[in-house]
């Protein structure tokens, strides 16, 4: 490969870097075509960029950015599929479904999410745990209705029990 060739790959890495909040890194030893593909498509549908890269120019790319990415250097060994998200808990979610159904490949290395780093295939479950930006929110409007239905509700209870005596003694006879 020329050094100009890599020098656009290390550059296009390092815009995905910037564009993306979060990847993750992914062992995709021993993919035959077929399941490649069939990743590839459950990540495009699941809006996840996944990149099939070389170690090194990922780590050139690593090293351009302003994120200091060295605890990430470990891990890359092997063929390695760097998969870049907007939501971070969706691609542990993909990798945990792989996982479920028993099988090995694709693999999780290590992770950039959330600000955090990653490392290691035992951090998946804590990955896939972690809520999205929208998740978040949805708990926060959640607990912020709570109390104001609790308080109409006691209010609607309230008249009902009031309009109930009042009923009660209406009908009583004298």
């Not at 075509?33 to 690593?62: H, P, Q």
């Not at 607990?143 to 009583?172: C, D, Y």
């Amino acid at each position: 490969m020329k050094k100009e060739v890599k020098d656009t790959i290390i550059v296009e890495l390092g815009q995905k870097l910037k564009e993306f909040p979060h990847f993750y890194l992914v062992d995709v030893t021993g993919l035959n075509a077929e399941d490649t593909s069939a990743l590839r498509r459950k990540c495009f549908k699941s809006e996840i960029k996944m990149v099939v890269v070389k170690n090194k120019l990922l780590r050139k790319a690593f090293e351009a950015a302003d994120v200091d990415f060295e605890p990430l250097y470990d891990s890359l060994k092997g063929n390695t599929a760097v998969m870049f998200t907007n939501i971070a808990n969706v691609p542990a979610k993909l990798l945990k479904e792989y996982k479920d159904k028993k099988k090995d490949i694709p693999a999780l290395k290590a992770a950039y999410a959330e600000e955090g780093i990653y490392v290691g295939a035992d951090k998946l479950n804590e990955l896939a745990a972690i809520k999205s930006k929208n998740e978040v929110i949805a708990e926060i409007v959640t607990l912020l209705q709570s109390p104001a239905k609790n308080v109409v509700s006691a209010l609607q209870s309230g008249a009902n029990t009031i309009h109930g005596v009042l009923k009660t003694l209406g009908e009583r006879p004298e």
